[in-house]
């Protein structure tokens, strides 16, 4: 039996995890509000039976409009890493913006405020054990600096203006229809795909049905309301591990060609410095380059104990149903 609950905002709802949040809160039961910047999936959406709302999450005067009657706010709404964005807008949406709608949300009455992070404000974390929420915070790059910010205003305006909040920090997410992860999967099965160094950091992912499950358990949970959960997947491979799994699945050679860091360390710099002041997007990043040196393997025993959040799709189905899509969609 489906059970209902009472009006969802959803922040950045036309992303791949915002669509996916709303068609998990529907089939749960919510009647959803979803706030878009622009017209994307807005048919979807509505055939869910979401009511959009289009606008800039930065405008107060949506804000206002959109928390009308809302019980519980899913705040997703990112700037998304990519060349030539200055640091004031990542600080405007992530740190200011987050700020007025939780403000806004005291205004409004809302019982409940999911605020969606990162991983990544741990930075590079300890390769002997997995963290946890209380590992040390080391936050590698704008995008990962403002996450930050932004968890932490979250909290203390929740806290001067009685917003009970819940902080959730998702790990790299995959699934099916999403790019992100395109070049790892989609590479490797394509064979196009090579490591650099030695493939020993631990890459932690969440397939997506995963994560949703795991943002609406924080929502209705009365133990999550002033808690930091990390949620991932149970499975912690290497990298090396990792691509052999993609190629196991794919049915395709192991890549064996392993290349050294440092050089593409420089090109990375060099083209940086050449290219993002142009507005262009650089062939390499250093934050590509990271990829292949920093861990990410996190413990999930808090999420696990306090929510019940327990993670259904092991690694390699979710790598089958997410290379299924990329050949439904001819991008492999």
Known sequence: MVRRFGPALITG????????????????????????????????LEDLGAEVIGGDIRDIGILREALQGIQTVFHLAAVFRRAGVPDSEYRAVHVTAT???????????????????????????????????????????????????????????????????????????????????????????????????????????????????????????????????????????TLKELVHEIADVAQVPVPNVRLPVWPFWIAGAVCEAVCVPLG????????RVKFFTNNRWFDISRARTELGFMPRVRLRDGIRLTLDSYRHLGWI
């Open 99 to 237: 700020q007025h709608l939780v403000e806004e949300s005291a205004a409004a009455r809302v019982r409940r405020f999911i605020h969606c992070s990162t991983v990544g404000v741990h930075g590079d974390v300890d390769p002997q054990s997995p963290a946890a929420e209380d590992a040390p915070l080391h936050p590698g790059d704008i995008y990962q600096l403002t996450k930050l910010e932004g968890e932490e205003v979250a909290r203390e305006t929740a806290q001067r203006t009685g917003v009970p909040i819940t902080v959730v920090r998702p790990g790299p997410i995959y699934g099916p229809g999403d790019r992100r992860l395109l070049k790892l999967i989609g590479g490797v099965a394509r064979r196009h795909f090579f490591l650099l160094g030695d493939g020993s950091p631990h890459f932690q992912m969440i397939y997506i049905d995963d994560l949703v499950d795991g943002f609406r358990l924080a929502a209705e949970s009365p133990r999550a309301v002033g808690r930091t959960y990390i949620l991932t997947g149970e499975e912690g491979p």
């Open 13 to 44: 709802a036309s992303g791949f995890t915002g669509l996916a949040l709303a068609r998990s809160l529907a089939a749960h039961g919510y009647s959803i509000r979803a706030l878009v910047r622009n017209g994307a999936h807005r048919r979807e």
């Open 280 to 287: 262009i997007e650089p062939p390499i990043f250093r934050r």
